[in-house]
């Protein structure tokens, strides 16, 4: 034992530090696959980073190729989750439902499904009437389309952590919470050990799962993990009378506020275009103003219901808004899975398996080799479109 109190591994295979959904697939796909000795680490509880702050929407429609691959393989497994894991992760598959209020976004989110299409998520646009009668709640002016897909839908994080979490120990894994990760040991472009709060676990390979808190990781063996933590609110409304709970998770895409149902309720969100960067985990009441604008648009309906709870939650932001995926040049085994920009939940199962055959040599079911955490030293960069 620790002076954490926690049981710690004089050594391991590889050490993942980061305890939300990336870190435990990853530790599970690892321990499944018959890599012995994987130890995870997490200065909290499991999922009590990011993770636990998810809206928990879970879908395959993205304007990138790698990313609408990720969504889709992770969608498969949540649909199998609950047989797989023996765990109620509560998914339902209502479909996302975008809301297209000018001519560009039609344009982009036509090429966008044709795209998806191609690579078999059954997206389509939708004439307005028809987003109206999905998702009764909301005000058709100045629409010009939508877009739906009735495979995408909404899930609990905790639950996919705890069952993901449950199957890592049946196989073998430690996972060690309330124990933080202070330093890693280098020696010249190898690593040697990671140093924690309880102690020192020697070992030759690092897994870097820790969303907005990666940067730090980075630098430890010197490598720039361009990830910038962006505060994001969630508010849940009091019981709504009627409530359809077929609703699909409704997206208003110019103004970014969306909706879907929790509960007798629904949670509800948009971004702030007035947020600054940092480690802000407190509410702040200052961008109420231009939600309440978006929701007298959009859902004039919502404008009198009661709220009743809610929390602040940070995105993982990278200059392109996709992920950072791949293993360092600086360093040898410091691998990475970060900067998701808010979808790091939804992808979570697949980057699980990216992650176990980038540890074990393997071809990944899809290329990752454009998400390497250098990339933004070329002349061209591909953003995401699709972000919520």
Same mark, same amino acid.
């Given at each position: ?27 599970? #796909? ?36 790698? #990313? ?126 990671? #140093? ?125 808004? #996709? ?66």
């Amino acid at each position: 034992m620790t002076r954490t109190g926690r049981e710690l591994p004089s050594k391991a295979s590889v050490v993942i530090i980061g305890g939300g959904v990336m870190g435990v697939s990853t530790a599970y #796909n690892l321990a499944a696959a018959g890599v012995c000795d994987v130890a995870l680490l997490e200065k909290e509880a499991l999922g009590a980073g990011s993770t636990s702050k998810a809206a928990g929407g879970v879908r395959a429609q993205f304007s990138d190729r790698i #990313n609408i691959a990720l969504g889709l393989r992770s969608l498969e497994m949540f649909r199998h989750f609950r047989e797989r894991f023996e765990q109620e992760i509560d998914l339902h598959q209502v479909g996302y439902l975008f809301l297209l209020d000018s001519p560009e976004s039609v344009a982009t989110f036509e090429r966008n499904v044709a795209l998806q299409n191609g690579l078999g998520v059954p997206s389509r646009m939708i004439p307005v009437d028809e987003a109206k009668r999905m998702s009764p709640l909301i005000s058709t002016e100045g629409l010009l389309g939508a877009v739906y897909a009735p495979t995408d839908g909404h899930c609990t994080p905790e639950s996919v952590v705890l069952g993901y979490a449950s199957a890592a120990r049946r196989n073998g894994a430690k996972l060690i919470t309330s124990c933080a990760a202070i330093g890693i040991e280098t020696d010249g472009d190898r690593i040697v050990a990671v #140093n924690t709060e309880g102690g020192r676990i020697e070992t030759d390979t690092v897994i870097c799962t820790t969303g907005a808190w990666s940067r730090q990781i980075g630098e430890w063996v010197g490598v720039d993990l361009p990830v910038s933590p962006l505060r994001r609110q969630i508010l849940i409304t009091e019981p709504i009378p009627g409530l359809d709970a077929a609703t699909p998770f409704t997206i208003d895409f110019g103004t970014s506020l969306y909706f879907h149902c929790e509960g007798r309720g629904l949670l509800l969100g948009m971004s702030d275009p007035d947020e600054t960067p940092g480690f802000k985990l407190t509410r702040s009441d200052s961008w109420l103003p231009g939600l309440g604008k978006a929701i007298a648009r959009r859902t004039p309906a919502l404008s009198d219901v009661g709220i009743a709870s809610g929390w602040a939650g940070l995105y993982e932001m990278t200059p392109d808004h #996709n992920a950072l995926i791949g293993e360092a040049a600086e360093v040898r085994r410091f691998l990475y899975a970060t900067g998701f920009s808010g979808h790091g939940f939804l992808m979570g199962p697949a980057v699980g398996e990216v992650m176990r055959d980038l540890y074990l040599g393997r071809q990944p079911f899809v290329d990752v080799s454009g998400l390497h955490a250098g990339r933004f030293a070329d002349a061209e960069i591909r953003p995401e479109l699709n972000i919520v």
